[in-house]
């Protein structure tokens, strides 16, 4: 029981310092070629994470919901596919209009963009 308890801390401490940049995206243009499937909903509260997409790639974010989405699928962090249905998505994302107002409503789904 110990060693579970320890191994949550382990995990728990490991994605708090992880360092990615995981918020340079790329939208790619088939399914299978994505790393997170996303859909965007029509209203905040549907969310699990809400994305600024800044101008600059120096803005992006820590995995906090800024996005800067880059020209080429290799200057990205994670390769995104926009789906046609909410079912079909591993997270969903609601495009805001200020900065301080990006951010994740759903932690559960944070790893997708570790």
Do not use: C, H
Not at 9 to 20: G, M, P, Q, R, V
Not at 44 to 55: I, P, R
């Amino acid at each position: 029981m110990k060693f579970a308890y320890t191994a949550i801390w382990l995990f728990i401490l490991f994605a708090a310092s992880n360092d990615a940049n995981a918020q340079k995206v790329f939208s790619v243009d088939y399914e299978s070629q994505a790393d997170v499937k996303v859909f965007v909903v029509d209203y905040e509260s549907q969310a699990d994470l809400k994305v600024y997409k800044v101008k600059y790639e120096s803005q992006a974010g820590k995995n906090d919901g800024r996005w800067f989405f880059v020209k080429y699928a290799s200057q990205a962090d994670k390769k995104i596919y926009f789906v046609k249905y909410e079912s079909q998505a591993e997270v969903k994302v609601f495009f805001v209009d200020y900065e301080s107002q990006a951010g994740w409503k759903q932690s559960s789904k944070m790893p997708y963009f570790f």
